[in-house]
C-alpha cells in the first residue's frame, strides 16, 4: 500500500499548547497536503507542500517536508478548543492522480 | 467557493437492496472520487473518474460501480447491499492537473441493516 503513515493516532493537549503531528510515506512524491476532518463531516483542505519546498507556513499552521526521510510534520500552534478534529496527510505521486491518504491523527483541544 | 454536495447526509437501507449515492460538484472538475472512511482504516478509494463516462477502480471496487454521465455528477451505486457495506461515503472533486487538491462533500452515512 501506498497509504501515509501518521503518529500519534490520538493527541490530547490543553488550550494554547502547540500540536505536533507526524506522517511518513513511502517512495517519491510530487507533494503531500493535509486536510483536517471535524467529526462526521467531510475532509478541508488546510496546506500544501511541494517536494522541492522544506517548509510552509499557514496562519498557525506550519509544515515541514523531509524527503529524505520521506516525512512530513503539522504543527498547530496556540491550539484552540475548536481545532479538536481528526488531521489526515494525503500524499501525490508522480505517476497517476491518485491520491493516498493516511489513517489520521485524532486531536482533542481541552479548554 | 468550490461546493461538493452529495444526496444524503444519513441513509438507512436493508440488505439486499440497491443504493444509489450521488454527488454533484459546481467546479468545472474533470476528477471525482469516491471514498469509503472506517475507524482505524481511514479513507480507501473505491473507484474515481477523470472524464465523463471514464472509471477506474481504486483500492475497494468489490461490491460497487459507479455512473458518470455528466461531467458535474458522479454516482456511486451499492448493486445489493450488505452490512458490511455500512460506513461513512465521502465523494471528492479535483482538477486533471497537479497538485490535485481534493475538495469534499459532508459525506453520507450509511447504514445497512
Known amino acids: 500500500s501506498q497509504q501515509g503513515e501518521e503518529d500519534p493516532q490520538a493527541l490530547s493537549i490543553q488550550e494554547g499548547e502547540n500540536a505536533t503531528m507526524n506522517c511518513s510515506y513511502k517512495?517519491?512524491?510530487?507533494?503531500l497536503q493535509w486536510y483536517r476532518q471535524n467529526s462526521g463531516r467531510g475532509l478541508v483542505h488546510l496546506i500544501l507542500?511541494?517536494?522541492?519546498?522544506r517548509e510552509k507556513h499557514s496562519g498557525r499552521l506550519r509544515v515541514t517536508l523531509d524527503t529524505s526521510k520521506k516525512s512530513s510534520s503539522l504543527l498547530i500552534t496556540a491550539s484552540r478548543a475548536a481545532d479538536t478534529a481528526s488531521y489526515f496527510c494525503?500524499?501525490?505521486?508522480?505517476?497517476?492522480?491518485?491520491?493516498?491518504f493516511g489513517t489520521g491523527t485524532s486531536l482533542t483541544v481541552i479548554p | 467557493d468550490v461546493k461538493v454536495t452529495q444526496s444524503s447526509r444519513y441513509l438507512v437501507k436493508r440488505t439486499g437492496e440497491k443504493v444509489f449515492l450521488e454527488c454533484v460538484q459546481d467546479?468545472?472538475?474533470?476528477?471525482m472520487f469516491w471514498y469509503r472512511q472506517d475507524p482505524g482504516l481511514g479513507l480507501r478509494l473505491i473507484y474515481f473518474?477523470?472524464?465523463?463516462?471514464?472509471?477506474e477502480k481504486g483500492d475497494i471496487p468489490e461490491g460497487y460501480s459507479v455512473s458518470r454521465e455528466k461531467k458535474e455528477r458522479f454516482s456511486l451505486i451499492l448493486e445489493s447491499a450488505s452490512t458490511n457495506q455500512t460506513s461513512m461515503y465521502l465523494c471528492?472533486?479535483?482538477?486533471?492537473?497537479?497538485?490535485?487538491?481534493?475538495?469534499f462533500g459532508p459525506g453520507t452515512r450509511l447504514t445497512v441493516t
Open positions: 471528492a472533486s479535483s482538477y486533471s492537473r497537479l497538485p490535485y487538491e481534493q475538495y
Open positions: 517512495t517519491s512524491i510530487n507533494n
Open positions: 507542500i511541494r517536494s522541492n519546498e
Open positions: 494525503a500524499t501525490v505521486y508522480h505517476t497517476g492522480n491518485q491520491f493516498y
Open positions: 467546479m468545472d472538475h474533470e476528477n
Open positions: 473518474s477523470y472524464d465523463v463516462k471514464m472509471k
